[in-house]
């Protein structure tokens, strides 16, 4: 067969304006990628000249902020009466975060183990979509879930009294069962990433599975789950819906589980269901808050992140 | 990267684009003592990172003939073979220097357009790597990238590849299915199908074959042989059976250093240097 | 050199016990393991059961199609909410896509080889993850900045008030009674100030359908037009008219105020690093094969991209993109922030700039009440949610096993 036509033309497209569009596009994609960017530098921005609004007011001083014991936004009008201490606040937010973490990195560790380790191929294409599952229920209906299900278990449990209809163990609870995927996942792709031969380099030794896991595997991919620790944390920390509906209105400034537990997300979405008056030193204090959880949630998620990496580049 | 290459000097011919068409006959070809260097590389240093992969490399490939690079893994020739259509380009830290260039082309300019110099020199990989597309699509992809053609001269365009590269007879009655579901040989013709639809001057081959089974290999092989007719092919090999089978000149690399090179038979029969010797006896490698 | 004493001296029968015991250390351990894995089920179990029981009494049509109602909650429905919430998954879904998919084609398709950029790289990386991990209330507030008010730049949205700047789509009115009762007429509005009229004599204006009419004045005193079409276009002398928009379903104003497409754009933020992330997995599963063969027959990268990676990227990208717009779907704290929290609405958006009802801010509203009812509807509306998003899982599997199909 004689060259085809198309080879003895010769008729190559000019490379240079492929060359153009080439850089058009590169220059559109890069721009998605600078928006990544934006996003974060107008979060800090938006949050930082927000919550001027907030700390420039007369009524709240720094140190009344971060030390004080008493929050009344909401509940107090009248700017004089009103109490700018984030002290309520955070507490709520720890004790809820305590609990979910009680909850979720020990079982999520646990199951990670069982499903990296034991478990066979059917029970872990049983188990896997099961924690997808969990994973994707929307929180509002874990919070539900806290409402309907687990506040009345622990009034039934506990013979009473003991818990508040809405209080701090309820939401931890459905916190917990809410970062239990997120821990197990990520746990568990450390434990995968361990190379095989310290596996059988335990076992050539005489472990027996329990000591290989909790004395090998376990260790070597600490740095993994840590940083998926550090990840559930902040998420923890971050989540609003279930402690809107479940964790109670009122800050309370204690260490006790069974009462009533504003938290930090759960008061920005008071406030903005209050119809308080845009403008306010109330309203601002909104942004006062965010600011707080954004550095705490940003600081955790950061060092979760670096953690991780450090911990890829290892077994790379 | 690299200086501007100084004017060519008188051997080179300039090649003109329609000129590589009328091939040389094979009477010709016999009669020529070898053919004028085509691709030229001198003083040629080439780094991953830190590490240098190759050092002070001086070497001519030939138009129209086999070219083949043997030597131990790890030796470099895989990085000058990357290097001759810069498809390191995209390899993070790699960097090269000194002259390199195919006819009057500087292939290592900045300037040189990278897209235009693949399409002249094509490359085969080590693994066959279809598209996961038809069989067609994957002949096709080249030329509608490049080329604006009617379908009619894309069919025949398509048609003539799959025949030079030995594989329209097996293909012919289902261009249309997917190229995943042929086989490692076949799949590796059609990677060199694909390769000269473009319609480039030199083709690179990395280690074409090592995947492949023995029969597929052969048939490779033949098709090698004959393709030097239109094409100047350089070819990557662990395999020396292979080198001394079908090509016509050898290059001897070791450590980053080529060693000797020279025509296959003179470099197989009686080599000067001992490392060559070695290896070309299987003492090491 | 002798053995060490350790190794010569050996108690067989303590090692024997030792070995016993730690096996059945492992034993026991390996019962919890299995108990713990299937906590996860039975918490499933008990959360999906216990919803039902409650919610099933109120599992009927008239939760499908009739809305929020405070005075008849035996009847009441989220049919607004469900159709609020796909519009606002549909500008999710328009925003968010190709911004996330194009950041992940520059970010693994295009990475840079010089050491700088290499950097900036990581940096724009390490950017993303932490984005994915900003609680989605601080995007609510972000978007409540930058798309509701937009930091206030074009002036604060007022009740019952335009204001702003109307690109498009809005023609103002005043409108007045007629003599027919329950019927109106409109009077083109030109002075965005005015807020009302008082209309004294005869002038050109348009029924309530938009038909171009004359408006009569009736002067109190003399008798009034018996013809019904007559009484339609007249109104009394003196007679009050307020202010009246007419909105097309494109208008469109700047700030978006508490519209859903704030809201949408709102949640685009809140799914775009879970959409790069994923996105960015599919295309690195990629086999690097593909792509030297796509840049070694001269395609640039953007051609290789296009026709080569993006294909066979293309059902992960699908599925990640899916399981985001469940997300989005179940996400309630952003909308709360950016739409308030008011759940009464009769229908579906009718314009760009209309607020919405979503379910997951409906199903917070109910479930906050007291009233038993109102539980029962949350219990049922949450079903109705979670039968949304198990359709939207299954397509995205249909999808990945579809695609995965050679071919």
Known sequence: MSIPKALQDRKFRSTSTGRLWEKLLVGLLAGCAVVTILITVGIIAMLVTQSWGFFASDAVTLEGFFWGKEWTALQSKDLDKARFGIGPLVSGTLRVTVIAMMIALPLGLVTAIYLSEFASSRIRNFLKPTLEVIAGIPTVVLGYFAILVISPSLQFLSGGELFDTFNATSAGIAVGILCLPMVCSLSEDAMRAVPRELREGAYGLGCTPFECSVKVVVPAALSGIISAFLLAFSRAVGETMVVALAAGTLPTFSADPTQQAQTMTGFIVEMIKSENEYGTVQYFSLYGVAITLFVITFAMTLAGQLIRRRFKESYA | ?285 | MSMPAALTDQDEVFQAENAAKRKRLSRVFYGVCVSIAMLSIVVLVVLLLSISWQGKTRLSSDLLRNAHSELEIEKAGMSPAIIGSLCICGVCAFAALPLGVGTAIFLEEFQPTSKPLRWLHGFVQLNIANLAGVPSIVYGLLGLSVFVFMFNVFGRIQVNESSGLELTGVTHFYQLLSLESGQTVLVPRTDLQQKTIKLESPTAGFSPSGAPIQIGIWEPGTPKPTDVNVRRRTVRKGALGGAYSKHAWYYFRLPFGQSFLAAGLTLALVILPIIIISSQEALRSVSPSLREASLGLGATRWQTARNVTLPAAMPGIMTGSILAMGRAIGEAAPILVVLGAAVAKNSGPQHLMDSVVTMPVLIFNWAGRQQHEFKELAAAAIIILLIVLLVLNSIAIFIRQKMQQPG
């Open chain 2, 1 to 285: 990267m690299s200086a501007k290459s100084s004017p060519e000097p008188a051997g080179a011919v300039p090649p003109s684009l329609g000129k590589l068409l009328p091939k040389p006959s094979a009477e010709t070809t016999a009669t020529i003592q070898g053919h004028e260097p085509y691709i030229r590389i001198a003083d040629f240093n080439a780094w991953y990172g830190d590490f240098q992969a190759l050092t002070s490399l001086t070497l001519d490939i030939p138009r129209y003939e086999v070219t083949s690079f043997i030597g131990p893994s790890g030796c470099g020739k895989s990085t000058l073979l990357k290097w001759i259509n810069r498809m390191n380009d995209v390899v993070p830290g790699a960097r090269a220097q000194g002259r390199l260039t195919m006819g009057d082309l500087d292939i290592l300019d900045t300037d040189t357009d990278v897209v235009g110099l693949r399409r002249k020199i094509g490359i085969v990989f080590q693994k066959p790597n279809p598209f996961p597309k038809s069989i067609f699509d994957n002949v096709a992809f080249g030329p509608r990238l490049h080329m604006k053609v009617s379908k009619s001269d894309l069919a025949d365009l398509v048609q003539w590849s799959l025949e030079k590269a030995a594989v329209w007879d097996e293909v012919k009655d289902r261009l249309h299915a997917p190229a995943l579901g042929l086989s490692g040989g076949q799949q590796q013709r059609l990677c060199i199908a694909r390769a000269i639809a473009v319609g480039p001057e030199v083709l690179l081959m990395d280690e074409p074959c090592s995947a492949l089974d023995p029969a597929s290999t052969l048939a490779i092989e033949d098709l090698i042989f004959e393709l030097r007719e239109q094409y100047t092919i350089v070819i990557v090999t662990h395999n020396m059976q292979q080198a001394s089978r079908c090509s016509d000149k050898t290059a001897f690399f070791y450590e980053g250093r080529l060693i000797e090179s020279g025509t296959t038979t003179s470099l197989f029969t009686k080599p000067e240097k001992k490392q060559t010797e070695d290896y070309v006896r299987g003492k090491f490698g």
